[in-house]
Nanobody, 126 residues
Framework: QVQLAESGGGLVQAGGSLRLSCVASGRTFSTYVVGWFRQAPGKEREFVGAISQSGGRTYYEDSMKGRITISRDNDKNTVYLQMNSLKFEDTAVYYC???????????????????WGQGTQVTVSS
């Protein structure tokens, strides 16, 4: 069982940066792939990116590619989402999600993930 907690959201001006954190409970976090998703009001949940167990593989969705970096520190049970050059349309609740794997995989579909955080609001003012 893993519990996830996001933090780091807030209000930022367009062009600004934020770093979100996803802290996990449990002693086997290094066996989990972690994904980031977002959901804006009235829209479906959208995949943002993911990072494999060791951090050796990352995937970024086109909507934010070049503006985000996902990293992890397994000693701290934490995954980070660094977001730069934020746009108004990046406004959403951002969620981290995790699932145990047996290799260096990542998943794009939310259906693969078993554990979810409560989300953190990111608001970008234009």
């Amino acid at each position: 069982q893993v519990q996830l907690a996001e933090s780091g959201g807030g209000l930022v001006q367009a062009g600004g940066s934020l770093r979100l954190s996803c802290v996990a409970s449990g002693r086997t976090f290094s066996t989990y792939v972690v994904g980031w998703f977002r959901q804006a009001p009235g829209k479906e949940r959208e995949f943002v990116g993911a990072i494999s167990q060791s951090g050796g593989r990352t995937y970024y969705e086109d909507s934010m590619k070049g503006r985000i970096t996902i990293s992890r520190d397994n000693d701290k049970n934490t995954v980070y989402l660094q977001m730069n050059s934020l746009k108004f349309e990046d406004t959403a609740v951002y969620y981290c999600a995790a699932v145990a794997t047996d290799g260096e995989y990542y998943y794009k579909s939310h259906t693969h993930y078993h554990y979810w955080g409560q989300g953190t609001q990111v608001t970008v003012s234009s």
